[in-house]
Structures are given as C-alpha cells and as structure tokens.
C-alpha cells in the first residue's frame, strides 16, 4: 500500500511541473515579441520610415550646426521634393524640422491630391505645448500620433536628432490618412500600433 501511495504521489507531483511548464508556455506565447504581431505591410512600413530618419538625420544633423540653420534645412527639403517628382516618384509624406525648443525650421508638404504639387509649411510655428512631441523631446523616443491640421486628419512620426546628450533637432514626417492607406496599405489604427522603439 505505501507503494501506491508513493505512485499516486510521484503521478500528481509530475502532473503539477507539467501544469507549470505548458503554463509557462501559453504565458510566452501570450506575451510573444510584439514585432510578431505586424502585419507584412506594417512590418515593410516599419523599416522603411526607420532608414528613412535615419537617411534624414545623417542629411540634417550637420546643417543643424549652421548659427541660422533654417534657411538651408528648407532649401535642401525643396530641392528632396523637386527631385522626387522630376524622378516620377514624389513623396508622399511631409518632412519638416524643429528645433531644440520645438519651433519649426524647414517644413514642406504633398497635396494629398496631386502630389506633385506641394505647399510650405508654417514656418518659426511652436509646438513646445503639443504633449504628443513629449516622448521626443522629454524621453529621447520615437513619437508617433494622430495629429488634425487645417487640411485634414493626419499622422504624424517624429524622432530627436542628438549628438552625444544634445538634443540638435527633430526630424518629423506627416501622412495623410488616405494617402498612407492607399499606398502603403496601412490604416490610421495599423499605424499607430507599430512601435517604433522596438
């Protein structure tokens, strides 16, 4: 009778570590890499408008160092516009630089209509107040958020430009809505669920 006491014993203990173990793994697969979780069109998006900062940066950063850096920041931002469309590729996204106390310097932006037209933004504009940019400017991230201009409904993915522990600028791209979901696939909610700190 011991015996079958010390199986019946050896049977619920072994039963237990395997409740913990699948446990532990329906808990990892709940909790699985939210990279996962994107969608192809997301996940392509993702990496594009990483290289994309980080292509702009490496372009903006030095003129950042200029006494009066916005006049050449807005000339370099034209002439990126000019050649995309004499290519036959214009860009779709609007480009624009602040600076350390979040004033814009350089702004261009598509017509969602006719993206080979486009229009300047507002110049010397403070966004200092605007909460969305505090994860840029206050934790040193990625930003990305739904933003409402006098053309529309638009998203907005900002990022610091630093050098060492000096905050140089910020690099800000904007979407029109329809315009992303139309050429990327990718829906306002889609957009806004990719985190681009990861």
Known sequence: MPGLKRLVYHLIHAGVLLGLVLGGLLAAGCTEDPKQKLTSQQAAFKTEMLR????????????LDNTDPAPKLQDNIDQQFAEAIKKGKPLYHDLAVLGPQATVLAWRSPDPDDLKKTYQGFIGQN???????????????????????????????????RQGNTLKGVLCLGFDEDSLQKLRGITKQQMLEIDFNQ
């Open 52 to 63: 994309l900062m980080q292509q702009e940066a490496e372009i903006f950063m030095p003129i």
């Open 127 to 161: 966004y200092s107040k605007f909460s969305k940019l505090n994860p840029v400017y206050q934790d040193n991230k990625i930003a990305s958020f739904e933003v409402y201009t006098q053309y529309g409904p638009g998203l907005g993915l900002c990022t610091p430009m």
